[in-house]
């Protein structure tokens, strides 16, 4: 299992990562691209983070 610090280094990669994503989907969409890659992309992101959360709380606990 990991440690917490090491959870909560993958959570602040991911976030910059989610970050970078959202910027590259908002100038897709500005110009007419096909965005829905890069919304299914953010989508299995945030349900990582949302695993790394809960891995977090458990090794809090």
């Known amino acids: 299992m ?8 993958e959570i602040e990669e991911l ?4 970050i970078r994503i959202q910027g590259d989907l908002d100038k ?4 007419g691209g096909k965005v829905s890659p890069l919304e299914k992309t953010l989508e299995r992101m945030e ?3 949302s695993d790394l959360r809960k891995q977090l ?3 809090e606990s």
């Open 2 to 9: 990991a440690t917490k610090k090491e959870i909560e280094q």
């Open 15 to 18: 976030k910059m990562d989610y």
């Open 28 to 31: 897709l969409e500005a110009v």
């Open 47 to 49: 349900q990582q983070l």
């Open 57 to 59: 709380t458990e090794v």
